[in-house]
């Protein structure tokens, strides 16, 4: 063979290589963002997802799943997950304010009355204006997975009422909406990312951070700052989203069986995330966290006015979405 005609064919197969990649029936290597490890209810969920779409689409999609945030901190797997760079991810509503302001309702303190609330609210017709808010900045939220309530904890004190958060410094996810939280009680809130929180409660640079029971264990939290007091101040769903770009390559197909994938994860997340929050409840207290209730919670709640305010009155368009959440009973 001439040197030509190597060459020719050379071009040639890598002209079929790239329409064959460019094609749908090429296998498509998903690559998933999780914050959490492999264990935790949220990663089990999604790995589940992964091998269920693999499955599914008889190999045409297959994702995996890089737990750990090693992909990047919250906020930045937002970004990529939109852009197309990463094609799926698992992502609280709270650090996905900022991008998708609709989304902020769900990070106002207080605006669910329990998690079961939160879930009829998700599960229906508000749920999917929060998709369509989401679709718009390019994330397919294909289902909700649970992250119960949030709560205060910190290494000095418990807290039992807004007084004592008085000059606390707190760790808050990437959102204003929370600083402005923290600030309405008092205390001084430091964004900053999940995977930072541990070192800095340590070291002092924080005194405090807000979560639910199974991250307060997971990140060993609980053993650096063991006054973990019941506000449970927000309740804040977190969806499994994919990118409108890796989305929009799948076959009807294809998009029917990743949804039901989906749809099934999230039905493994809450079963699973229900019994983690026992099980880590059991753990830290094991372990002597000094968890206390907050008696009186409607201090708290009435803290919150301004926040509520200052929220409307920049988006006075989600003024009844407010309402409407709050109808449903
Ligand atoms: C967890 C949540 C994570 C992340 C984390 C945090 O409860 O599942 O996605 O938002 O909290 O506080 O950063």
Same mark, same amino acid.
């Given at each position: 063979?001439?040197r $030509?005609?190597?060459?020719?064919l050379?071009?040639? #197969?890598l002209?079929? /290589?790239? =329409? %064959? ?5 090429? *296998?498509?290597d ?5 914050i959490?490890?492999p264990t ?6 999604l790995d ?7 499955e599914?689409?008889?190999g045409?999609?297959?994702p995996?799943?890089?737990?750990n ?10 970004e ?14 709270g650090?996905m304010g ?5 989304t ?6 207080f ?14 017709? $508000?749920?999917?204006?929060f998709?369509?808010a989401? #679709?718009?900045?390019? /994330?397919? =939220? %294909?289902?909700?997975?649970d992250s119960? *309530?949030?709560?205060?904890y910190n ?12 000059g606390m410094?707190?760790?808050v ?7 402005d939280?923290?600030?309405a009680l ?6 900053m990312?999940?995977?930072?929180v541990?070192?800095s ?5 924080i ?9 307060y ?5 609980y ?9 449970e ?9 994919v990118?409108?770009a890796s989305?929009e390559?799948l076959?009807?197909e294809?998009k029917? #069986? ?7 994860a999230?039905?493994?997340?809450r ?10 409840l ?10 206390n209730?907050?008696?009186d ?10 926040v509520?305010?200052g929220?409307i ?12 959440i709050?109808?449903?009973k």
């Open positions: 063979m001439t $030509i005609s190597r060459l020719k050379g071009a040639a #197969a002209a079929a /290589l790239t =329409a %064959l990649a460019a094609s749908p029936l090429a *296998a498509k998903w690559r998933g963002w999780n959490h490890p935790y209810p949220n990663g089990i969920a589940a997802f992964a091998e269920k779409v693999a599914a689409t008889d045409r999609v297959t995996t799943v890089y737990h945030a090693v992909l990047g901190d919250q906020p930045d797997a937002i990529q997950t939109r852009n197309g760079a990463l094609d799926f991810g698992n992502f609280n509503m650090p900022p991008i998708v302001p609709a902020n309702i769900l990070s106002l303190p605006i669910f009355s329990s998690v079961d609330q939160m879930h009829k609210v998700m599960d229906g017709e $508000i749920g999917q204006r998709s369509d989401l #679709a718009e900045q390019g /994330l397919v =939220a %294909l289902s909700w997975f119960g *309530a949030r709560s205060l290494t000095k004190k418990p807290v039992k009422t807004p007084a004592d958060v008085q410094k707190v760790r996810m990437n959102n204003q909406l929370y600083v939280m923290i600030g008092g205390g001084n809130a430091t964004p990312a999940f995977g930072e541990y070192q409660l340590k070291t002092g640079v005194d405090g951070a807000e979560n639910n029971y199974p991250s264990e997971s990140t060993n939290h053993e650096v700052a063991g006054y973990y007091s019941i506000t101040h927000l309740i804040i769903p977190e969806c499994l989203c990118s409108t989305w390559a076959s009807d294809d029917a #069986a990743v949804k039901q994938a989906a749809v099934e999230a039905a493994m997340q079963e699973l995330w229900a019994e983690r929050e026992k099980t880590s059991e753990k830290v207290k094991g372990a002597g966290a000094q968890i209730e907050v008696e919670k409607a201090a708290f709640q009435s803290a919150m006015d301004p509520y305010a929220f009155e920049k988006n006075p368009e989600l003024k009844s979405w407010i309402d409407d709050k109808a449903v």
